[in-house]
């Protein structure tokens, strides 16, 4: 719809605060004016004109529902649901939507269900339209499933909106359904290939879907369209890292150096890759660059730490996480590292100090934390514990392999049953791999999966023989 000329309306509203002097508006006209304003995202001036308008025009429900918006806008959803309670009581789109979006952020589903009912019900024109603004209004308050479903139902009529497709896209991601959101990201730039925001999503979809040799392909797309992007820049290097593509992640982060010098985390970013690659020396010198920049710091400290105590010297990594410790004792990072050094040192429980320290700081990381748990505990004679540690890790990663390091740890334990439960709820590939541990000379062709638990059971009688296997 094309929009109305208020240039008239707009120079008597700016005569009147010049001279202050009152004129008279009608409802209609306080209305445009406060659109006009909110389209400029000068909120304030639109909230005083519909404050002056309701002082003249009480009644009006085009300002009472403009109110109660920025009721919302400003979070303060029980108020504004009592508000447009109270001054309405028929059926309006805009007004269901505000009352709606009160209801979720306030966590009352149910109630905010039945308006949503409501509208599809009474809604039958602009369908697309309706959709789309009530998956705006779930993604918003974080109900992701359902908007999904709005907006999906939405593109089944626009199936070129934007605006929808990003947000279906980004429901999926919060959701950590990366596929998903890969596939709606692709329709995205089937409609506009020229989109770099979009290019750059797919890119992040696909390094957290690990693929990382696509994501730095959709980085390459996006730097074709802006090669000068150092944001692009230094996502592609953190891609070409974690691909094990170091070298080239080096001169990416030079070039990135280059156009922002004084950019500090990029000498971090320098200094993983040179770890990656075994390069201490360079290690050292990028964290001393750093340090030009903002001086020491508790990571740069674990991090210089960690390279001496990877090149063997150890009084140095003692030195620098000693004082990494001091400057911040609740970083994942040093106490991490503060683990290794003490393993290193051959004080076991030293550094199970430090890796409990840390599995407390960062839950997200706990399969990490957890392994190192379990060479601790095994390093000090703590079955049980080590046991306890390997059978939390199974419940995280329910991987193969770490379901058959925790059947030898109940093989250790002298516990039958649980030794019996693990192998017989294995598969034949897994079976093969467990036994070739205990008979690596013996494996030429897989046994029948009888033969296999058989011999594994004739394994655990005989594990006093089998103690000083590594795990």
């Excluded at 990490?368 to 095994?378: A, D, G, M, P, Q």
Aim: hydrophobic share 40%; with cysteine.
């Amino acid at each position: 719809m094309e929009e109305r000329d208020i240039s008239d309306l707009l120079a008597r509203y700016e005569q009147m605060l010049l001279t202050g002097k009152s004129m008279y508006f009608d409802a209609d006209e306080y209305d445009d004016l406060a659109e006009y304003y909110d389209k400029l995202d000068d909120i304030e001036t639109a909230r005083e004109i519909v404050d002056l308008g309701l002082s003249i025009h009480p009644d009006n429900e085009a300002l009472m529902l403009r109110f109660g918006k920025y009721l919302v806008y400003d979070a303060k959803y029980t108020t504004a649901l009592h508000y447009l309670n109270s001054r309405f009581s028929s059926y309006d789109f805009e007004l269901y939507l505000l009352k709606i979006e009160c209801l979720l952020h306030l966590d009352l589903y149910a109630e905010a269900y039945e308006l949503t009912a409501e509208i599809l019900s009474d809604e039958d024109t602009d369908l697309d339209v309706i959709l789309s603004e009530l998956g705006f209004l779930y993604v918003g308050a974080e109900y992701y499933d359902e908007a999904i479903l709005y907006f999906e139902k939405s593109l089944e009529y626009d199936p070129n909106n934007m605006e929808v497709l990003n947000d279906l896209a980004y429901a999926y991601e919060v959701k950590s359904d990366f596929a998903s959101a890969i596939i709606v990201c692709n329709q995205i730039l089937d409609a506009d290939p020229y989109s770099i925001d979009s290019w750059i999503m797919l890119g992040k979809l696909y390094s957290l879907e690990e693929d990382f040799e696509k994501a730095i392909d959709a980085f390459d797309f996006a730097l074709a369209l802006d090669e000068t992007n150092i944001n692009i820049l230094k996502l592609k290097a953190h891609c070409l890292l974690l691909s094990e593509r170091s070298e080239e992640a080096i001169e990416m982060l030079k070039e990135c150096i280059k156009m922002s010098p004084d950019e500090s985390l990029l000498y971090l970013s320098l200094a993983e890759c040179y770890m990656s690659l075994e390069q201490y020396k360079d290690v050292l010198k990028a964290l001393s660059a750093y340090e030009d920049l903002v001086g020491e710091t508790p990571e740069s400290m674990a991090k210089k730490a960690h390279a001496y105590l990877l090149q063997g010297k150890i009084d140095e990594a003692v030195e620098f996480i000693d004082k990494a410790l001091n400057a911040d004792s609740d970083s994942f990072d040093v106490n991490m590292i503060a683990g290794e050094v003490y393993l290193k040192l051959n004080i076991p429980s030293g550094a199970e100090i430090f890796y409990k320290k840390a599995l407390t700081l960062n839950e997200e990381n706990a399969e990490e934390v957890l392994e190192k748990l379990v060479s601790v505990y095994l390093r000090k004679d703590e079955l049980l514990n080590a046991i306890e540690c390997q059978e939390r890790l199974f419940e995280i990663t329910e991987s193969t392999q770490s379901h058959e390091k925790l059947a030898l740890l109940y093989m250790e334990n002298g516990d039958k049953e649980s030794f019996q439960a693990a192998i017989e709820s294995f598969d034949d590939e897994s079976l093969f791999s467990i036994l070739s541990v205990f008979y690596p000379n013996d494996m030429s062709d897989p046994p029948s999966r009888e033969s296999m638990l058989l011999r594994l059971n004739e394994a655990y009688e005989c594990r006093l023989l089998y103690k000083n296997i590594k795990y």
